[in-house]
């Protein structure tokens, strides 16, 4: 059947345009029908999706911050300021020589000047040139402190104390200007005057009691800036100023009090230690404060100093001293939880752990004999290792890998105290040990247990901990079969024993060394991996020691018996690994 053309006039009207429709339907149907199965029907190139055909958003680029470089303006007027004052000094000084000016006329003219830069400088520093206003604060408030000491010390117009309370109120309004700035150069010119005013205004004698209450004063009055601020976090220089400055200041008061006044100084040394805390946590606002940590470590650590000094300043004995010591353990233990919330992270977990972990090792010597210390330190390496493992199993990794540092830090201390005092006892000492029942055993034996957990752990830390496992407890074991020979060998300890071991003594060791590398090297064929590996080195390692020993040292000196004795002691092991190896693993023992 022929289609009929839709302009044919033998057609209705309304059929053409029907047909029409119709047709244009079809096209259009046609159409679609090719486009889905033209990639189908030949391979073109892969055409991007569309995804990547829409138009991707440009990464925001933050413009980084500007550094501030330092106007030479500001240079300029730091310099002049410094010029000033000593301009200032000199022309007082001239003054008085020449009689132009009388005390009252040159006191009031210092007021005057000192007043008016300190003005001019306040509008600076609330306006927009806040480095020259803190450059032009430092030489009023030095102008001012001049001219108050002079008035005392010179002129004798006032006691020394109330030119030290004047200069105590300018500092306060100083402050008071920067929590109204918002500045913290400003802060540390007020910190630097406040400071200075005690040496200024000093006239010897003992004052040191009055001398920490103004200084906990000051502490307290500029740390309101900061909380008043509700910023702060980025003022190093005021926070350092503070930290370092009062501490420092407390040292001389600390060592030269007197015995009635020390227990009331104590007291406001644990003032001080909780005003170091503020100072470096402050308030909880959106900036962070930067190096807290490492501001509450100086504290804590200058606070059991100083309380050491006073402790002695008592007259109390040593070793109740540690009852402190453990108390600012005990605060840096409980400071860990708020500090994590203060901080929104673990930032300050490891420093706190370690002021714990260090303030109860040290109150270990302080509280028993310094013998007690190595096996003490041992004992906290075991059980920080040891908690390692357990918090590596729940949902604490970052507190496990600070644990494991600290166990670490830990057994090395007691590793070298073993060292030390094992090598002394055994080699250089007349004093005998009971083998396996003294101090020096306890040092190796803990300390290897440490090692033992750690280097179960794997990575760097664990390479190091296996070495220093191997290293201490062969040698412990040594050490102590070497003295309990010579316990046989002479029965009455209270004769002692000459210097060094003997040479039965030595083929002890070597001996021992020989069974400690034939366990590893079959140990080490039942295990896979890098411990099969290690085990074996190990193994290998130290019968090649026995080996070269038995024969370099033992057998040039050892008579008959004793050289028969380490033959065959070192051969049987030897046989006796090899028909073990035989045995676990045939095939292998060759």
Same mark, same amino acid.
Request: charged share 15%; aromatic share 10%.
């Given at each position: 059947?022929?289609?009929?053309?839709?302009?044919?006039?033998?057609?209705?009207?309304?059929?053409?345009d029907r047909v029409a429709r119709l047709e244009a339907q079809v096209a259009w149907l046609l159409?679609?029908?090719?486009?889905?199965?033209?990639?189908?029907?030949?391979?073109?190139?892969?055409?991007?999706?569309?995804?990547?055909?829409?138009?991707?958003?440009?990464?925001?680029?933050?413009?980084?911050?500007?550094?501030?470089?330092?106007?030479?303006?500001?240079?300029?007027?730091?310099?002049? #300021?410094?010029?000033?004052?000593?301009?200032?000094?000199?022309?007082?000084?001239?003054?008085?020589?020449?009689?132009?000016?009388?005390?009252?006329?040159?006191?009031?003219?210092?007021?005057?000047?000192?007043?008016?830069?300190?003005?001019?400088?306040?509008?600076?520093?609330?306006?927009?040139?806040?480095?020259?206003?803190?450059?032009?604060?430092?030489?009023?408030?030095?102008?001012?402190?001049?001219?108050?000491?002079?008035?005392?010390?010179?002129?004798?117009?006032?006691?020394?104390?109330?030119?030290?309370?004047?200069?105590?109120?300018?500092?306060?309004?100083?402050?008071?200007?920067?929590?109204?700035?918002?500045?913290?150069?400003?802060?540390?010119?007020?910190?630097?005057?406040?400071?200075?005013?005690?040496?200024?205004?000093?006239?010897?004698?003992?004052?040191?009691?009055?001398?920490?209450?103004?200084?906990?004063?000051?502490?307290?009055?500029?740390?309101?800036?900061?909380?008043?601020?509700?910023?702060?976090?980025?003022?190093?220089?005021?926070?350092?100023?503070?930290?370092?400055?009062?501490?420092?200041?407390?040292?001389?008061?600390?060592?030269?009090?007197?015995?009635?006044?020390?227990?009331?100084?104590?007291?406001?040394?644990?003032?001080?230690?909780?005003?170091?805390?503020?100072?470096?946590?402050?308030?909880?606002?959106?900036?962070?404060?930067?190096?807290?940590?490492?501001?509450?470590?100086?504290?804590?650590?200058?606070?059991?100093?100083?309380?050491?000094?006073?402790?002695?300043?008592?007259?109390?004995?040593?070793?109740?001293?540690?009852?402190?010591?453990?108390?600012?353990?005990?605060?840096?233990?409980?400071?860990?939880?708020?500090?994590?919330?203060?901080?929104?992270?673990?930032?300050?977990?490891?420093?706190?752990?370690?002021?714990?972990?260090?303030?109860?090792?040290?109150?270990?010597?302080?509280?028993?004999?310094?013998?007690?210390?190595?096996?003490?330190?041992?004992?906290?390496?075991?059980?920080?290792?040891?908690?390692?493992?357990?918090a590596e199993d729940s949902d604490f990794a970052e507190e496990a890998a600070a644990l494991r540092?600290?166990? #670490?830090?830990?057994?090395?201390?007691?590793?070298?105290?073993?060292?030390?005092?094992?090598?002394?006892?055994?080699?250089?000492?007349?004093?005998?040990?009971?083998?396996?029942?003294?101090?020096?055993?306890?040092?190796?034996?803990?300390?290897?247990?440490?090692?033992?957990?750690?280097?179960?752990?794997?990575?760097?830390?664990?390479?190091?901990?296996?070495?220093?496992?191997?290293?201490?407890?062969?040698?412990?074991?040594?050490?102590?079969?070497?003295?309990?020979?010579?316990?046989?060998?002479?029965?009455?300890?209270?004769?002692?024993?000459?210097?060094?071991?003997?040479?039965?003594?030595?083929?002890?060791?070597?001996?021992?060394?020989?069974?400690?590398?034939?366990?590893?090297?079959?140990?080490?064929?039942?295990?896979?991996?890098?411990?099969?590996?290690?085990?074996?080195?190990?193994?290998?390692?130290?019968?090649?020691?026995?080996?070269?020993?038995?024969?370099? #040292?033992?057998?040039?000196?050892?008579?008959?018996?004793?050289?028969?004795?380490?033959?065959?002691?070192?051969?049987?092991?030897?046989?006796?690994?090899?028909?073990?190896?035989?045995?676990?693993?045939?095939?292998?023992?060759?």
């Amino acid at each position: 059947m022929e289609s009929q053309d839709p302009q044919d006039p033998a057609l209705p009207p309304d059929l053409t345009d029907r047909v029409a429709r119709l047709e244009a339907q079809v096209a259009w149907l046609l159409q679609r029908q090719q486009a889905a199965v033209a990639p189908q029907a030949a391979p073109q190139p892969a055409a991007p999706n569309a995804a990547s055909r829409a138009p991707q958003p440009r990464p925001v680029v933050r413009p980084a911050t500007p550094r501030k470089e330092i106007s030479p303006v500001v240079w300029i007027a730091g310099i002049g #300021a410094s010029i000033f004052l000593l301009g200032a000094i000199f022309f007082f000084r001239w003054a008085i020589q020449q009689g132009w000016v009388g005390p009252e006329i040159r006191f009031v003219l210092g007021l005057l000047v000192g007043g008016g830069i300190s003005a001019f400088a306040a509008k600076l520093i609330l306006g927009d040139s806040r480095r020259l206003g803190i450059s032009l604060l430092l030489a009023g408030l030095g102008t001012l402190q001049f001219t108050f000491r002079a008035g005392a010390m010179e002129y004798h117009f006032y006691a020394a104390p109330i030119g030290l309370a004047a200069t105590a109120l300018v500092t306060l309004v100083a402050g008071a200007l920067a929590a109204r700035g918002r500045s913290g150069g400003a802060l540390t010119v007020a910190l630097v005057s406040g400071l200075i005013a005690p040496i200024v205004f000093s006239q010897g004698g003992h004052h040191e009691v009055a001398l920490a209450i103004y200084l906990a004063v000051l502490m307290a009055a500029t740390l309101a800036v900061p909380y008043l601020a509700r910023r702060g976090g980025t003022w190093h220089g005021a926070r350092w100023t503070a930290l370092l400055g009062v501490w420092l200041l407390l040292l001389p008061t600390c060592a030269e009090v007197l015995k009635p006044d020390a227990a009331l100084l104590a007291l406001l040394l644990v003032l001080h230690l909780l005003l170091a805390g503020l100072w470096a946590w402050l308030p909880r606002t959106e900036e962070t404060p930067g190096t807290p940590t490492v501001l509450w470590l100086v504290a804590s650590i200058l606070a059991t100093t100083y309380g050491w000094l006073i402790w002695k300043r008592m007259d109390l004995t040593a070793e109740t001293f540690a009852l402190p010591i453990l108390g600012v353990a005990a605060l840096n233990l409980a400071l860990v939880k708020p500090l994590r919330e203060r901080l929104d992270g673990r930032r300050a977990d490891w420093g706190l752990l370690a002021l714990t972990v260090g303030h109860l090792a040290l109150a270990v010597p302080v509280a028993l004999a310094w013998r007690w210390v190595g096996p003490l330190w041992g004992a906290f390496a075991l059980g920080l290792a040891w908690a390692s493992l357990k918090a590596e199993d729940s949902d604490f990794a970052e507190e496990a890998a600070a644990l494991r540092w600290l166990a #670490a830090a830990l057994a090395l201390a007691t590793t070298c105290r073993w060292a030390f005092h094992g090598g002394d006892v055994l080699f250089f000492s007349y004093r005998p040990l009971t083998p396996f029942l003294n101090t020096v055993f306890a040092e190796g034996a803990l300390a290897s247990a440490a090692w033992f957990l750690l280097a179960r752990r794997g990575g760097a830390l664990g390479v190091l901990a296996f070495l220093a496992l191997e290293v201490t407890a062969n040698i412990t074991l040594a050490f102590e079969a070497s003295r309990l020979v010579l316990q046989l060998q002479t029965p009455d300890v209270s004769l002692g024993y000459s210097y060094g071991p003997t040479r039965a003594a030595s083929i002890a060791m070597t001996l021992v060394w020989a069974l400690s590398g034939a366990w590893q090297w079959i140990r080490g064929l039942r295990m896979e991996g890098s411990a099969r590996r290690a085990l074996m080195a190990a193994g290998y390692v130290w019968m090649g020691i026995a080996s070269f020993k038995l024969i370099a #040292a033992d057998l040039s000196t050892a008579n008959t018996p004793l050289r028969a004795l380490a033959f065959l002691g070192v051969g049987a092991i030897g046989m006796a690994a090899a028909i073990v190896a035989n045995r676990k693993q045939p095939g292998s023992a060759s």
